[in-house]
Each structure stands twice: as C-alpha cells, then as structure tokens.
C-alpha cells in the first residue's frame, strides 16, 4: 500500500526521473534519509521498475512512425519476442487478440530504415504474415 508521500514521490519521478534526492525532499517537506528510504522501499517491492529516458517531441515528430500487426506461429511466440526485442528501432511490442497476435511500433528516422526494419520483421522465422500502417499524424496522446 503506498502513502500519500509515496504517491508524491512517484508524481515528480514521472515528471523528471532525474530529480536529485534532495530536490524530492525540498519538494515533499522529508529529509533525504527518509526520501532514500522510500525509493529503497519503492524499487525493493517493484512499484519502481527503472528510470527511463522521455524523448522531446522536437525529436520524435521528426521519425517515421508506424504500427505493423504480426501472424505468427503459436510456439514461435517468445522466440520472435525476444528477436525483435532487440531492433532499436521496435519500440512496443503488445500482445492483441483478433486475426493477428502481435502490434508493433516502429520509430525509424527515414523511410528506407523503416523499410529496411520492415524486412528484417517480416523475415523473422515464425512470422506469418504482417500489417503496417505508417502514422500520418497524432491527432491526440496522453
């Protein structure tokens, strides 16, 4: 059960995950021992998986997106998970129900690279058949 503090906490991590611990506790009216503590506690019992990186939509408007549904073999399924994990390019992978299994992101900076990704999906052994749709425009996100 997390407390109110916990969920403060989390709050400024999500807006910047690089905020200092000090910063936090300047933030939240706790000491920085009681700050660390917390975070402990937070990663120990797995509310706090990792920090990551939010890219500037300066960035990402400028790469080419697109959403590619994948058919594939049923006990080939982990197996193609974990190759396409590894694509730099491939940045969701999500399991879906109805004709096919897999949706995939693609974020390519041309479009001969998301060609070239495209290729390399399709190839993958156990791989089916695909879908793909570039991303024209994002008319709303949250």
Not at 3 to 29: F, H, P, Q
Not at 42 to 57: F, G, P, Q, R, T
Not at 63 to 91: D, E, M, W, Y
Request: proline share 1%.
């Amino acid at each position: 059960m997390l407390t109110e503090k916990d969920e403060e906490l989390l709050s400024i991590l999500r807006l910047n995950a690089r905020a200092s611990v000090s910063d936090i506790a300047r933030a939240t009216g706790v000491s920085r021992t009681a700050i660390q503590n917390r975070l402990n506690k937070l990663e120990n019992n797995n509310v706090i998986k990792a920090y990551s990186v939010v890219l500037d939509s300066a960035y990402t408007s400028g790469l080419i997106s697109s959403n590619v549904s994948l058919k594939v073999k049923p006990n080939l399924r982990q197996t193609i998970c974990i190759a396409l994990r590894k694509v730099h390019q491939i940045s969701h992978i999500h399991s879906i129900s109805g004709e096919y299994d897999l949706l995939v992101t693609i974020q390519a900076s041309t479009l001969e690279k998301l060609s070239e990704v495209l290729n390399m999906v399709c190839s993958t052994e156990g791989v089916e058949r695909t879908n793909s749709a570039i991303i024209l425009d994002t008319i709303f996100e949250r």
